[in-house]
C-alpha cells in the first residue's frame, strides 16, 4: 500500500472539492485523518500523488464515479441502535403520541418520518421498531411511510442488508432485541422483515436542494450529528431544506445533542423535554415568510 505524506496545499485542494461536493468540511487537524483515508484511494485507482488523484476527480471522465468512493471514504458512520436514548424517549412517549392524537382527530392514519443520514441503519431501524412498539396491533390501520438517506453508498449496502453485531446493540433493551431480530449465526443478529419493510433506502446530498425536495410532508426528521461536519453555509442549506421536507401544518425535526440552531437564522421553534430540545416547524408559516419576519 502507498504511503505519500499529504501536503497542506493538496490537503487544501482535496478539502475544497469534498466540500464544493458533499458539504463535509474537513478541519486542518484532518489532515493525517485525509492522508490514511485516501492511500488506498490511490492504489485502488493506480495513482501515485494526492494531486494525481485531485486531477483524476477533477477533470477524468470518471472523476464522478470515484469522487463518491472518496466521500464514502470520508463519511464517519460511528453509529449504534437506540442512540441518545433521551431524544429517542421523548419521540416514544411524547411526539409520537401527539401526532397521533393530531391525525386521528383530522380523520387521517398515516405517518411519515426520514432518517436523513441513516448511516448503516441503525437509526431508522430503532425508530420503525419504536413506531411498531407505540402502535402494536393498530399498526395494521396506520400507513407507515419511513424514508432512510444518507451520502454514503457503501453505508446504504450495509443499512440495507441490516446484519449487526453485539457491539452495534449494545444500548438495545432484551425486549427488543428478542422481538425485532433474528439469531444469524453465532455473533450476528439480523433485523426482522417486518421492520425492514417499513423502509425506503435511498442515497441523496442533503446540501442538494434539488433532491431533497422529493422528499415532503414529513412528520418527524432525524438529522443527527450532520451538520457539525459542515461549514456554516451548507448548514443554512440543510437545515432549509429540512424545513421545506417537513409537513405545511407542523413537524419536528431532532438534531444530534451536541448541535443547535443559535447560530443559524430559522423558522424552527425549539421545544424543550425534560431539559433535551426538539425543534418545531412554525405551524402556518412558509419558509419565505418566516424569514422575512
Not at 230 to 237: I, W
Amino acid at each position: 500500500m502507498f504511503n505519500n505524506t499529504l501536503s497542506l496545499s493538496d490537503f487544501k485542494l482535496l478539502r475544497g472539492l469534498i466540500n464544493e461536493r458533499s458539504g463535509i468540511f474537513l478541519s486542518d487537524a484532518k489532515q493525517n485523518f485525509l492522508a490514511i483515508r485516501l492511500n488506498y484511494r490511490l492504489e485502488t485507482c493506480k495513482l501515485s500523488t494526492f494531486k494525481e488523484y485531485y486531477y483524476y476527480l477533477k477533470y477524468d471522465p470518471k472523476g464522478n464515479e470515484e469522487l463518491q468512493n472518496l466521500i464514502n471514504a470520508v463519511s464517519i458512520n460511528e453509529t449504534y441502535f437506540f442512540r441518545d436514548s433521551e431524544q429517542l424517549n421523548i419521540f416514544k412517549n411524547h411526539i409520537l403520541p401527539t401526532l397521533m392524537n393530531n391525525k386521528s382527530k383530522q380523520g387521517k392514519r398515516e405517518l411519515k418520518i426520514w432518517s436523513a443520514a441513516c448511516s448503516t441503519g441503525e437509526e431508522v431501524y430503532s425508530l420503525a421498531m419504536i413506531v411498531s412498539d407505540v402502535l402494536g396491533r393498530a399498526m395494521v390501520d396506520w400507513d407507515v411511510e419511513i424514508t432512510a438517506t444518507d451520502i454514503s453508498t457503501s453505508a446504504l449496502v450495509s443499512a440495507r442488508r441490516g446484519l449487526y453485531d453485539d457491539y452495534a446493540l449494545r444500548e438495545t433493551k432484551l425486549s427488543y432485541l428478542n422481538k425485532y431480530f433474528e439469531k444469524s449465526g453465532s455473533e450476528k443478529y439480523q433485523v426482522k422483515n417486518e421492520i425492514k419493510k417499513l423502509i425506503n433506502f435511498g442515497q441523496i446530498n442533503l446540501v442538494n436542494t434539488l433532491s431533497t425536495r422529493r422528499i415532503i410532508n414529513m412528520d418527524c426528521i432525524f438529522c443527527r450529528n450532520i451538520i457539525m461536519y459542515l461549514d456554516m453555509e451548507s448548514r443554512r442549506r440543510v437545515i432549509e431544506n429540512m424545513y421545506r421536507s417537513l409537513n405545511q401544518n407542523d413537524g419536528y425535526l431532532f438534531l444530534g445533542q451536541a448541535e443547535n440552531l443559535r447560530e443559524i437564522e430559522s423558522p424552527f421553534q425549539p421545544r424543550y423535554y425534560d431539559g433535551t430540545i426538539i425543534y418545531q416547524k412554525q405551524v402556518g408559516v412558509g419558509l419565505l415568510e418566516a424569514e422575512a419576519a
